[in-house]
């Protein structure tokens, strides 16, 4: 039982809902709820009349439809915790669908459970479908999307006239912001395996350590065939400034290239600033006595080039790539702890 679940239970106990009211079918086109829950003082008529209404509501949701929603809520429609941005009345959810369904195309929404009381009636939806549009920074994958929602609306002649609502939204913004990696994209290293520690040499030479500060050699394939250009960074992810360490970062990594050597860029490419100020690679040297992870990723990109700004900061070039990410892949070593 999800939290969504626990708190319609609880809410039917308190009202002192009667049985699951098995409604005769109709408008079989519109979204059927799981279990249906009426409260004994509601007559058959009033209850068919309601939970038509929210039927069509939902039928809207689950389709995209505008004409189920004109249908359901009534001219002078409330939304009763408007989100931010979003219109009052009924050009709100008009839009919020056709942006929804420009992120997620095949969305769907199944009604759980539905309860009617008084002149409410109580949703417990689920919508689902997958991620194949453009959320922000992140283009879809095809990734699953499945979150629940709970509405109640007040109604009032038949329709909708106020709607409160409250969304699993935690869980849409992990679906929307999982990355799946493009299948086959690999990144290696000849001098580098996965998970394991770094050799002397690959040490920075400042801040206590004493190594050559050589950077390895990358290499990768399989990367997407829509790849137009590849950014690679590298980051340790355990440094004591509370958002890791960013010791080297190149883009505009011209598109066909497979490799960076150990010594020289690819013709084209560009370095970014890393944390200390400069455009250098910089090995790790961990704090004495502690092992920290350092991950490399290669980023696959929809453009040739990012374009940022003149004296664009790290975290802005940054922001574009991951804007322009369409796969990625990586490889983490460790090193330390150094006496």
């Known amino acids: 039982m999800n939290k969504y679940t626990s708190k319609l239970a609880i809410f039917f106990i308190l009202i002192g809902v009667g049985t699951a009211y098995a409604y005769q079918k109709q408008n079989d086109d519109l979204p059927q709820a799981n279990t249906i829950n009426i409260d004994k003082s509601i007559s058959s008529k009033q209850a068919d009349i309601m939970m038509l209404a929210a039927r069509k509501y939902s039928a809207f949701w689950n389709t995209g439809e505008e004409k189920y929603l004109y249908q359901a809520l009534a001219p002078n429609f409330i939304d009763l915790n408007l989100p931010q941005g979003r219109k009052q009345g009924r050009q709100g959810p008009i839009e919020a669908s056709k942006w929804f369904r420009g992120v997620v195309p095949d969305l769907k929404a199944k009604i759980i459970e539905m309860t009617v009381v008084k002149n409410k009636v109580i949703l417990q939806l689920e919508f689902s479908g997958h991620f194949k549009g453009k959320f922000h920074n992140d283009i879809g994958q095809g990734q699953e999307i499945k979150f629940s929602a709970v509405d109640v609306y007040t109604i009032k002649d038949g329709k909708i006239a106020t709607n409160w609502h409250l969304e699993d939204n935690q869980t849409l913004i992990n679906q929307l912001t999982k990355h799946i990696p493009a299948k086959g994209f690999q990144l290696k ?31 990768w394939s399989g990367a997407p065939k829509n790849s137009k250009s590849f950014a690679v960074s590298f980051y340790d992810k355990d440094a004591p400034t509370g958002s890791g360490f960013w010791h080297w970062i190149v883009y505009d990594i011209p598109k066909g290239t497979t490799n960076i050597s150990a ?13 200390i100020g400069n455009k250098d690679y910089l090995g790790p040297c961990p704090p ?10 290669l980023h696959a990109l929809d453009v040739e080039n990012l374009n940022p700004p003149k004296n664009a900061t790290s975290a802005l070039i940054r922001f574009f790539i991951n804007k322009h990410t369409i796969g990625k892949t990586t490889l983490s070593v460790t090193a330390g702890p150094r006496e």
């Open 189 to 219: 290293s000849s001098v580098l395996k996965e998970g394991e520690s770094i050799a002397a040499n690959q040490y920075w030479n400042q801040f206590g350590c004493s190594g050559a500060n050589d950077r390895p050699d990358l290499s």
């Open 263 to 275: 010594k020289k860029l690819p013709t084209g490419a560009l370095a970014a600033n890393t944390d």
């Open 288 to 297: 004495k006595g502690r092992k920290h992870t350092y991950v490399f990723t």
